[in-house]
Every structure is written in structure tokens, then in C-alpha cells.
């Protein structure tokens, strides 16, 4: 499944998993080139959306920039 496809805050979860792995030293040498790729393209694809919903609320706002002044 593409990572744009899954829900938000099932890729904030995974992302949290893979961070929580790396502080508590639970990712073995083999895996963690592989979990940090996996954890940057997350945050990427997070970034991404949560900068599309700013564009939308932005959007939203001037449209209705009369009503909420």
C-alpha cells in the first residue's frame, strides 16, 4: 500500500513506532539504515499533507474572509 494512502494517523503512529525504536536502542545495525529510510519518507509524506491541509485552510479563510472578520 502507497504511504499516502493510509490514514494520517496510522502513518503518524508507524513513524512514532520507528522514533520510539531508535530511543530505546531496539533496532539492530542490520534494520536501522532500512527503519530511518522508512521513518524520513513517512515524515516526508506527512509534511506534504499536512502542508496541503494549511493550503486548504488558507484557501477556505479567503473565501469566507467577510464572515470570520
Not at 502513518?11 to 531508535?22: A, C, D, G, S, T
Not at 534494520?31 to 529510510?37: A, D, H, M, N, R
Amino acid at each position: 500500500m502507497a504511504e499516502s494512502k493510509k490514514s494520517f494517523g496510522k502513518q503518524f503512529e508507524e513513524l512514532e513506532k520507528i522514533v520510539e525504536e531508535f530511543e530505546e536502542g531496539k533496532i539492530d545495525l542490520e534494520t536501522s539504515l532500512e527503519k530511518f529510510e522508512k521513518a524520513l519518507a513517512l515524515a516526508g509524506d506527512l509534511q506534504k499533507r499536512l502542508k496541503g491541509v494549511e493550503n486548504k485552510v488558507e484557501t477556505i479563510k479567503k473565501k469566507f474572509k467577510d464572515v470570520i472578520e
